[in-house]
C-alpha cells in the first residue's frame, strides 16, 4: 500500500513565525503535490514537484514556498504565518507517466495560526 | 478558466437508497477525470476514468463517464451508513499531472 505521511496531524502556530510541514511518501512517486483544504473552497493546489529539486506553482502558492531535496520527501514552508493561512494541509504524490494514476494522500494538517 | 463543478453540494439519503452524484467540468487538454472520498481525514481515490462511456465499478459504486457532454456520475447502490462523506472529483488535464478538485457533494446517510 502506499504510505503518504504528514509530520503534523495538528499545529499551532503564531503569526509571523516560520512553519515547516513535511511530507514522506514510500512509494518511489516522482510527483508530489502540496494542497490547501477549505469549506466552500475545496482543495486547491499550492505547489508541486514533479522531480527532486523541481518545483511548479499551483493556483495560490502566495505565501507559500517549497523544497524537494530527496525523491520521498516534499516540504512545504510558510515564511511567515499569517491568520488567512489556517487550514488544512494535504500532502499528495503519485507516478509519473501518460497519466499518473491517482493521487495518494497523507492524512492532512490542520494548522492554526493565532 | 478550468472548472469542476459538483451537484448536489449535499445529499441525505436513507440506508438502501441509491445514489447518483454528478460532476460537470469545463477543461482544456482534459486527460483523466478522479472520483475520491473523504470522511475525516485525508481522501481516497475511488476511480480515474479516461475513456467515454467505459463504467468503472467497485463493489457498490460505480462510475461512467461522457466526454461528449462533459460529465461524469459516480453511482452508489444499496447505501450504508458508512458511505457518509464528501465526494471528491478531479479532472487531470494539460501536460502534468496537476488535479483540479471540485468543492465536493456531502453525502448523509441515515439508519
Known amino acids: 500500500d502506499v504510505k503518504v505521511t504528514q509530520s503534523s496531524r495538528y499545529l499551532v502556530k503564531r503569526t509571523g513565525e516560520k512553519v515547516f510541514l513535511e511530507c514522506v511518501q514510500d512509494?518511489?512517486?516522482?510527483?508530489m503535490f502540496w494542497y490547501r483544504q477549505d469549506p466552500g473552497l475545496g482543495l486547491r493546489l499550492i505547489y508541486f514537484?514533479?522531480?527532486?529539486?523541481?518545483?511548479e506553482k499551483g493556483d495560490i502558492p502566495e505565501g507559500y514556498s517549497v523544497s524537494r531535496e530527496k525523491k520521498e520527501r516534499f516540504s512545504l514552508i510558510l515564511e511567515s504565518a499569517s491568520t488567512n493561512q489556517t487550514s488544512m494541509y494535504l500532502c499528495?504524490?503519485?507516478?509519473?507517466?501518460?497519466?499518473?494514476?491517482?493521487?495518494?494522500f497523507g492524512p492532512g494538517t490542520r494548522l492554526t495560526v493565532l | 478558466e478550468d472548472k469542476v463543478v459538483q451537484s448536489p453540494l449535499s445529499l441525505v439519503v436513507h440506508e438502501g437508497d441509491t445514489v447518483t452524484l454528478n460532476c460537470s467540468y469545463e477543461?482544456?487538454?482534459?486527460?483523466?477525470l478522479l472520483w475520491y472520498k473523504q470522511e475525516k481525514k485525508a481522501p481516497t481515490f475511488l476511480f480515474m476514468l479516461?475513456?467515454?462511456?467505459i463504467e468503472k465499478k467497485s463493489g457498490r459504486l460505480s462510475s461512467i463517464l461522457d466526454k461528449k457532454e462533459l460529465f461524469s456520475i459516480l453511482n452508489i447502490t444499496a447505501t450504508q451508513t458508512g458511505d457518509s462523506a464528501v465526494y471528491l472529483c478531479?479532472?487531470?488535464?494539460?501536460?502534468?499531472?496537476?488535479?483540479?478538485f471540485g468543492t465536493g457533494t456531502l453525502l448523509a446517510v441515515q439508519p
Open positions: 514537484s514533479y522531480d527532486v529539486k523541481m518545483k
Open positions: 478531479a479532472y487531470m488535464g494539460g501536460a502534468t499531472n496537476k488535479l483540479i
Open positions: 499528495a504524490s503519485s507516478l509519473s507517466g501518460s497519466y499518473g494514476g491517482g493521487q495518494f
Open positions: 479516461t475513456s467515454s462511456g
Open positions: 512509494m518511489d512517486h516522482e510527483n
Open positions: 477543461v482544456t487538454n482534459f486527460r483523466s
